[in-house]
T-cell receptor, first 117, second 111 residues
Framework: GAVVSQHPSRVICKSGTSVKIECRSL??????MFWYRQFPKQSLMLMAT?????????EQGVEKDKFLINHASLTLSTLTVTSAHPEDSSFYIC?????????????FGPGTRLTVL | GEDVEQSLFLSVREGDSSVINCTYT??????LYWYKQEPGAGLQLLTY?????DMKQDQRLTVLLNKKDKHLSLRIADTQTGDSAIYFC???????????FGQGTELSVKP
């Protein structure tokens, strides 16, 4: 299957700082990537859809100025959590959409654990 | 609106079969998926089924789709302790390929 990586896997930062998380498709090109947030023992909450070369589409209730998404190439999307606060602490997971041979699937990265002190 | 429901817990003994059930509401979904998540990790795509299929088998995994009842199930044969994880059912939304996830079923396999 397709491989998606995320970096960093864990990050601890002070309140008020910004944190950038990278999502890469390693062996394929992805015009569409997705960013999710997951709270402990809960399902995934879609934050935004990242399209290469265009602006991200944010889900209702997600602040676009708080969570900046850049999809500058076909293999890289970044999520920047600006002016992070303790309530932003969460597990952030990205996925990349693969459409080929009549299939449509999403492959997920391993996730990034963000802790804001 | 689109909604996906799963039971939260399932406990089985090693060697038994596990059946995880899921219901969804969007009858126009073209794809339905099963993902596995181990603690602290991302989601691993286990299998998917196209909406015009009733069944798909892949080694120990069998997916059954009842489109009339909007019911999807995942059967794991000869369940092992390594199968302990959270299993998510998801449907592909008609809007831009988004996935709508269920709450996840925590499968516990006892030796």
């Amino acid at each position: 299957g397709a491989v998606v990586s995320q970096h960093p896997s864990r990050v601890i930062c002070k309140s008020g700082t910004s944190v950038k998380i990278e999502c890469r498709s390693l062996d394929f090109q992805a015009t569409t990537m997705f960013w999710y947030r997951q709270f402990p023992k809960q399902s995934l909450m879609l934050m935004a859809t990242s399209n290469e070369g265009s602006k991200a589409t944010y889900e209702q209730g997600v602040e676009k100025d708080k969570f900046l998404i850049n999809h500058a190439s076909l293999t890289l999307s970044t999520l920047t959590v600006t002016s992070a606060h303790p309530e932003d602490s969460s597990f952030y997971i990205c996925s990349a959409r693969v459409r080929k041979w009549g299939t449509d699937t999403q492959y997920f990265g391993p996730g990034t654990r963000l802790t804001v002190l | 609106g689109e909604d996906v429901e799963q039971s939260l817990f399932l406990s089985v003994r090693e060697g038994d079969s596990s059946v995880i059930n899921c219901t969804y509401t969007d009858s126009s979904s073209t794809y339905l998926y099963w993902y596995k998540q181990e603690p602290g990790a991302g989601l691993q795509l286990l299998t998917y089924i196209f909406s015009n299929m009733d069944m798909k088998q892949d080694q120990r995994l069998t997916v059954l789709l009842n489109k009339k009842d909007k019911h999807l199930s995942l059967r794991i044969a000869d369940t092992q302790t390594g199968d302990s994880a959270i299993y998510f059912c998801a449907e592909k939304s008609a809007q831009g390929g988004k996935l709508i996830f269920g709450q996840g079923t925590e499968l516990s396999v006892k030796p």
